[in-house]
């Protein structure tokens, strides 16, 4: 039965740093194309970082420098570790398998003072 798990989500400091997981079964992760989406309150979905089967990543412009997706083949899980954070960054992030479409729950970050 494939599963993602979401974790590591919560409220952080504008400027603070967050680590989200993303714990997969039911399939390989490294076999497979792996994004991170988030939606903000009131906005639609959109994709945040992207980690291909061979380890190529791309983040969208206004989270580089700041996000980095990464992997652990081992533990078969999906991680986001978020840097300098923003009030904009609030959103429920979602991790995705890009093949078959499998969609976590979602963790929720929120960034305030």
């Known amino acids: 039965q494939v599963q993602l798990v979401e974790s590591g989500g919560g409220l952080v400091q504008p400027g603070g740093s967050l680590t989200l997981s993303c714990a997969a079964s039911?399939?390989?992760?490294?076999?497979?194309?792996m994004y991170w989406y988030r939606q903000a309150p009131g906005k639609g979905r959109e994709w945040v970082a992207y980690?291909?089967?061979?380890?190529?990543?791309n983040h969208r412009d206004s989270v580089k420098g700041r996000f980095t997706i990464s992997r652990d083949n081992a533990k078969n899980s999906l991680y986001l570790q978020m840097n300098s954070l923003e009030p904009e960054d609030t959103a429920v992030y979602y991790c995705?398998?890009?093949?078959?479409?499998?969609w976590g729950q979602g963790t929720q970050v929120t960034v305030s003072s």
């Open positions: 995705r398998e890009a093949v078959h479409n499998y």
């Open positions: 039911g399939f390989t992760v490294s076999d497979t194309a």
């Open positions: 980690i291909s089967a061979g380890g190529n990543t």
